[in-house]
């Protein structure tokens, strides 16, 4: 199966979740506790099944050059968010820095990459979360509530999906097997992920109103430089370092998500621009069908 078709597939199942928003199956409730399954169940289990791998020398130093490589690309993003957008001056600015900096890469960047890069892909995408999420819950909310220093480092350093990480390192380093009842139902609760975070994300997209925001330009100059800019330059970066190997591969994927999912509600939270922020999730994943197909391509 080719790129086009591997993520046209999934983009097939966030359609199933418009049409379930428009026909009233899905509802905010709903969604928010299917969210709530994913984030604390299915994407942990994911994470834990994607580390049964067979450990060896080869796999620690892809591991580390993972986390040196994530670390490494959110400093280079926050840069270019900084450059993007210095002359703005309105109360937009923040979501555009965050918008820019911050990914769907729990909900489809682990579903893009579980289709094209199956098990080792998603140990390395899980090395990438760690970063992702202390940075999201630390720097991400700074940028939204304005203040210069982090209220919690427990959100940002304690969650499910880092639990996850770690557990599965343990198990991948020291070998353990667990009983194969338990292997498989994790493995089959696991699955569940992709599915479950592409409908909810169809979900979200029938639910964003169509509003005065569709005509401002700052909207689309947010969404070309997440889903084209940052990518792209990334890639650069790797070509003139002569850097070629799947744990950059799976970095540079995870940036070429659309904004993460989450921004609409961090935006309500500190009283920013909540449908702005909708609009530039729902765009960017539109947008993104077209766009993540060709990012492949390219780092292919």
């Not at 379930?20 to 199956?25: E, G, H, Q, V």
């Not at 600015?93 to 579903?111: D, E, P, R, V, W």
């Not at 790797?238 to 799947?246: E, R």
Request: overall charge positive; charged content about 10%; glycine content about 4%.
């Amino acid at each position: 199966m080719n790129i086009y078709a591997q993520v046209g597939q999934l983009f097939l199942v966030i359609l199933i979740g418009f049409y379930a928003s428009k026909r009233k199956f899905l509802n905010d409730e709903i969604n928010n506790g299917l969210s709530s399954i994913l984030l604390n169940i299915t994407l942990p289990l994911l994470i834990v099944n994607s580390f049964n791998l067979e450990y060896n020398s080869e796999m620690f130093t892809n591991i580390l050059n993972t986390f040196l490589y994530s670390v490494a690309s959110f400093i280079i993003v926050i840069l270019i968010s900084h450059l993007l957008y210095f002359k703005v001056k309105d109360n937009n600015k923040q979501i555009l820095k965050f918008a820019t900096i911050f990914s769907n890469c729990g909900f489809m960047g682990f579903a893009i990459i579980q289709t094209l890069y199956e098990k080792e892909g998603l140990a390395y995408a899980s090395i990438f979360l760690i970063v992702f999420t202390t940075l999201i819950w630390s720097y991400g909310i700074m940028l939204f509530s304005g203040e210069k220093k982090i209220k919690s480092w427990t959100k940002a350093l304690i969650n499910p999906g880092i639990i996850a990480v770690l557990i599965g390192l343990v198990f991948m380093t020291f070998s353990i097997q667990l009983p194969v009842v338990i292997q498989s139902a994790i493995q089959m609760v696991g699955g569940m992920t992709t599915p479950i975070s592409m409908i909810i994300t169809g979900s979200i997209m029938a639910q964003v109103s169509i509003t005065k925001e569709m005509t401002n330009i700052k909207l689309y100059y947010g969404v070309f430089s997440k889903l084209i800019l940052v990518p792209v330059v990334l890639y650069l970066i790797s070509v003139i370092l002569h850097i070629n190997s799947l744990p950059l591969d799976v970095v540079i994927v995870c940036h070429a998500m659309p904004v993460a999912a989450v921004a609409p509600i961090f935006a309500g939270l500190y009283d920013k621009n909540k449908d702005f922020t909708a609009f530039l999730v729902f765009i960017s994943t539109l947008f993104s069908i077209i766009t993540i197909p060709l990012i492949l391509k390219i780092i292919s």
